[in-house]
């Protein structure tokens, strides 16, 4: 959701505005506000282009080169995904955005008991090669860049996608992907963990490590204060822990002895958009400035590609609401408009009626076209940074910044950002925000229309994605078939060497990559890691 | 004095969306009751294993992968086997309407969808406990 707070007084006039990142929102802004809050054009905004980059990592924005469109899709087996795929593409869309089913997001293979009721149910089931190579079957991987919401086991993923661009034929210099690997992230707010949070970091950092020499158009890691919002915090917390996440990355594959001109190109960001318009769009602006001055001044980056905040922003689930869908379909507009003034690279909206299923074809064409109207028809593509200037925006802009800096401290002060959660401090502080939203949602102090207000009318029926369990079985069967196929003997020799490889602490990409060719199963080697690893166990916030 | 209710809020199998349950779980003892929270990623088996050593009143499930029906199948069945099945069960997350009734046929009393307010899923556990204690 992510109103602000009104305050009105008798004649319904409204008397304060308070933001959910604290922040009090006067009647009128003038040249006066800039001057108290120590606005300095030069300082703060430079054009677009150069650092720090508040108006855009480009010089001329959405002129030179529109967004990515990538809407989150995948269910079933591979080949339905596939078939979203080629109609979403041909109908404009211009990347992938791969959705896996919690199955595979947890390292379970189809037929493991645990994943009994889940395959193929709010992603694509994959187990082995065999999936990836149906559902990128006929997708030009050197064209269209994709994204896979990965976590726990995105070291595997990438594996696997590059073990499919090679059997495809696509150079792996040509190829871009951007595995989500974010698995602090997962630890605060989406739950898909399954390592030790050290061990887990160490994953990321072979990711990052490997890509770097390997798949040099791969993005190995998309930082998401994306789901940390979504689970509660405020806009300026999401933007705070997400850059202490990213610096933890950073910090381990510095300790490699890697340069950070060397990799930190390859980080990209994945934001929500939902809320105040003002609120988002200062948001967005104040971040791609901070992280500029993060990566030069607590790291020492040189080069001016190393400094640019790319992101995804979009979706913005939760402000969707599941009383009268439709609505949803307006809020989205709006979303996306926050996530084009704020310059986004990429963008995705959560679909209408994702309160109550699966997008249907006809719902994530919505959202598809939703972006095509904002860029080919109303004018986000004519000018970069178009609120740039504005006593309102720039004042809003530099308060966020100071927020999120503040915010920062206090993860640095509690000693990073593994320690903030193997305590629970950023669980805890994220659930306290998201029971106080709810209460003033339910009290009406924050208003969500047609749903504490404005709720009379008839109710919308949505057209439910089906589940299919002949998927399932399916799915089950083409596992089986890969298991009786493939060199057994080869495959249990590759496990042992992966085991050999992640107990010695070498980078475990190589060695991910032959299990993948051979067929190994995203299950096996998740075994491998477990027994290694072992598994996280959550602090009690409670 | 009013004996507290206890209640077990849990979070079934794979999905890891727990915003709802945490905030659920806050607003339950902000209520009065006595709140254990299960954490993630729990079977069937461990969530009764944990009803009965704590000895609650009730079970809260809360379910958002859209794998409802055969979870809450699989739980109702073990209950019965271990012989908790007194225990009051009750379900929150994504519900589609079309399953309510798929919901209560397998013994599921209280089914509290996505927005439904605190206080009417709160009277609804403390009025249908009461004939029981």
Redesign the interface.
């Known amino acids: 959701m992510g109103v602000a707070k009104y305050i009105k007084n008798e004649k319904d006039e409204v008397q304060e505005v308070i933001l959910q990142s604290g922040i009090h929102i006067k009647p009128l802004y003038t040249q006066k506000d800039l001057e108290e809050i120590g606005f300095d054009p030069d300082k703060d905004l430079a054009p677009p282009g150069e650092y720090p980059f508040t108006r855009g990592i480009h010089p001329l924005g959405y002129r030179s080169r529109e967004w990515t469109t990538r809407q989150y899709t995948g269910f079933g087996a591979p080949k339905e995904t596939n078939e979203r795929f080629k109609l979403m593409i041909s109908h404009g869309q211009t990347g992938l955005n791969v959705a896996f089913d919690?199955?595979t997001?947890?390292g379970?293979d189809s037929d493991d008991p645990?994943?009994?009721?889940?395959v193929g149910?709010?992603g694509m089931a994959v187990d082995s090669l065999r999936d990836f190579e149906v559902a990128f079957q006929g997708i030009p991987l050197d064209r269209i860049g994709t994204g896979l919401t990965i976590n726990a086991v995105a070291s595997i993923m990438l594996a696997m996608f590059q073990a499919t661009a090679e059997k495809y034929g696509f150079k792996k210099d040509r190829v871009s992907t951007t595995p989500q690997n974010d698995i602090l992230k997962?630890m605060i707010?989406?739950?898909?963990?399954i390592f030790p949070v050290k061990p887990a970091v160490r994953l990321i950092g072979d990711t990052i490590e490997y890509s770097m020499k390997e798949l040099p158009r791969t993005n190995p890691v998309s930082v998401c204060g994306y789901h940390i919002r979504?689970?509660?915090c405020s806009p300026v917390q999401e933007i705070a822990y997400a850059f202490q996440i990213a610096n933890t990355y950073i910090e381990e594959v510095l300790k490699r002895g890697h340069q950070i001109d060397d990799f930190v190109r390859g980080f990209t960001f994945n934001l929500n958009v939902f809320g105040n318009l003002w609120e988002q769009v200062a948001k967005f602006r104040a971040a791609r400035k901070l992280w500029a001055i993060n990566l030069k001044e607590r790291y020492g980056a040189k080069e001016s590609r190393s400094l640019l905040l790319r992101g995804i922003f979009g979706g913005g689930g939760y402000g969707m609401?599941?009383?009268q869908p439709e609505n949803n379909i307006i809020r989205g507009a709006y979303y996306a408009l926050a996530a084009a003034l704020g310059g986004a690279q990429t963008t995705a909206l959560c679909s209408f009626d994702e309160?109550?299923?699966?997008p249907t074809p006809r719902a994530a064409l919505l959202s598809l076209r939703t972006f095509q109207i904002l860029m080919e028809e109303i004018g986000l593509r004519d000018t970069v940074d178009p609120l740039a200037g504005s006593y309102f925006i720039e004042t809003l802009t530099k308060q966020m910044e100071q927020k999120i800096i503040e915010e920062m401290k206090k993860i640095d002060e509690m000693g990073g950002m593994i320690k903030a959660v193997e305590t629970g401090y950023v669980q805890k502080e994220v659930?306290?925000q998201?029971?106080e939203f709810?209460?003033g949602v339910?009290k009406r102090e924050l208003i969500k229309v047609g749903?504490n207000k404005y709720t009379e009318g008839e109710e919308m029926e949505v057209e439910?994605h089906e589940?299919r369990q002949e998927s399932v079985e399916e799915q089950i069967q083409r596992l089986r078939e890969v298991k009786r196929e493939r060199d057994n003997r080869k495959v249990v020799q590759l496990l042992k060497d992966l085991e050999k490889a992640a107990r010695d602490e070498k980078n475990v990409m190589p060695y991910l990559l032959e299990c993948c060719k051979a067929y190994a199963t995203v299950g096996e080697m998740t075994k491998v890691f477990k027994e290694v690893y072992g598994e996280f166990k959550?602090p009690?916030?409670? | 004095m009013e004996k507290r209710i206890r209640i077990l809020v849990a979070k079934p199998g794979l999905d890891g969306h727990d915003r709802g349950a945490k905030v659920v779980a806050q607003a339950l003892r902000d209520a009065g009751m006595e709140v254990i929270y299960t954490g993630l990623h729990q079977t069937i088996d461990q969530i009764t294993n944990t009803a009965i050593q704590e000895d609650v009143d009730v079970i809260g499930l809360s379910i958002m992968s859209g794998a409802h029906l055969p979870i809450c199948e699989k739980l109702t069945k073990e209950m019965k086997k271990k012989k908790i099945d007194d225990i009051m069960v009750v379900v929150g997350g994504v519900i589609p309407k079309r399953d309510i009734p798929k919901l209560q046929k397998i013994g599921i009393e209280g089914i509290f969808p996505g927005g439904t307010p605190f206080d009417e899923s709160i009277r609804w556990i403390k009025e249908h406990l009461r004939p029981q204690s």
Request: avoid cysteine; hydrophobic fraction near 40%.
């Open positions: 919690l199955p997001q947890m379970l645990l994943a009994e009721g889940e149910r709010v997962e707010g989406r739950g898909a963990w979504e689970s509660g609401t599941k009383a309160a109550y299923t699966i659930a306290r998201a029971y709810d209460k339910q749903m439910l589940y959550e009690s916030i409670f």
